[in-house]
């Protein structure tokens, strides 16, 4: 079914307005998102499905600080690895640190609000990352100190490696 006839069923089945239904939502979400933006732009608020509208506002924001968690747990996990494997450093390291590193700042000019939540979570990603460079690496937990041995700073600096 074409996205014109999609949306000429869902007129047809709500006559009285082309507002996208709770139903749209689970029956098909990209048409949903379409439907939703067309009204927005039109400034038809009334017609909005605010109760999934605002789910997907949060939903987003909760994925952001994810990323930027998730980012940031691969770039400390290489820079452990970096630092207490040294006999197998590799250009592949290097590269997925300045990858992560990029990601992250490319985050924080989207949303600059993501910086102190950067900060904040910094040790309890450090933690999570210490394990998994653990698992990664084979390496005994106590080889990594239960603090980070690097900074924030030191994280996002994309000249910085533990030599």
Known sequence: M??????????????????????????????????????????????????????????????EKRSVKSNLEIVLIHLL?????????????????????????????DSPSLRPYFATGFEDCYRSARKKASIETGLPIATFPPDSPFTPEQALNEDYLPE
């Open 2 to 63: 074409t996205y014109l006839s999609q949306v000429i069923v869902m007129t047809a089945k709500h006559p009285e307005t082309s507002a996208p239904s709770p139903q749209l939502y689970d029956r098909d979400f990209y048409l949903w998102l379409q439907e939703t933006a067309r009204l927005l732009r039109d400034g038809e608020f009334q017609k909005l499905d605010i109760e999934n509208l605002v789910e997907e506002i949060e939903s987003m924001g909760r994925s």
């Open 81 to 109: 690895k970096y630092k207490y494997q040294p006999e197998r450093r590799s250009n592949s390291w290097r590269l997925t640190l300045f990858e992560h590193r990029d990601r992250l700042e490319a985050e924080f000019l």
